[in-house]
């Protein structure tokens, strides 16, 4: 599974800094948790992992500094570099992004779809999603 595919996942603590469970469903999910917590309540969670991609700079930020760079060495000689069309920005969005998915790692996810685990109590009615 990667970046923009839901997972659910579940945990005995509302505030979890870990969660179990890499499941494609909610119902999934919750069928698992039960079992591991043996009828307990649980957290459950909605989540994507993320491709530290998501935080690099764009090539747009790279050609702004290059410009700023070599306005503030050369000055208007330097006006309109560098000129590089949308082919090689997108280039170098991709260089720039598998460098990083290739070089840095990340430890942590992005909630997807709500702000909080939801609780699922004892009784909740969702414990035992039909067809499963």
């Known amino acids: 599974m990667g970046p923009n595919e839901t997972i659910w996942s579940y945990s005995e603590d509302e505030h979890a800094e870990s969660l179990e469970g890499r499941c494609k469903t909610a119902e999934e999910a919750i069928l698992e948790a039960h ?3 043996d009828g307990d ?12 991609s998501e935080f ?7 050609i702004a500094i290059m410009s700023d760079r070599a306005a503030d060495l050369l000055g208007e000689v330097a006006a309109e570099f560098p000129d590089v069309d949308e082919k090689a920005e997108d280039e170098l969005n991709a260089l720039l992004n598998a460098w ?3 070089h840095c790692v990340s430890t942590f996810w992005t909630s997807e779809g709500c702000a909080d685990a939801v609780c699922i109590a004892v009784d909740d009615p969702r414990r035992f999603p039909e067809g499963i």
């Open 35 to 37: 079992k591991e917590y």
């Open 41 to 52: 309540a649980f957290w459950l969670y909605e989540w994507r992992p993320c491709y530290v």
């Open 100 to 102: 990083a998915d290739k």
């Open 56 to 62: 690099t700079p764009s090539a747009d930020d790279v």
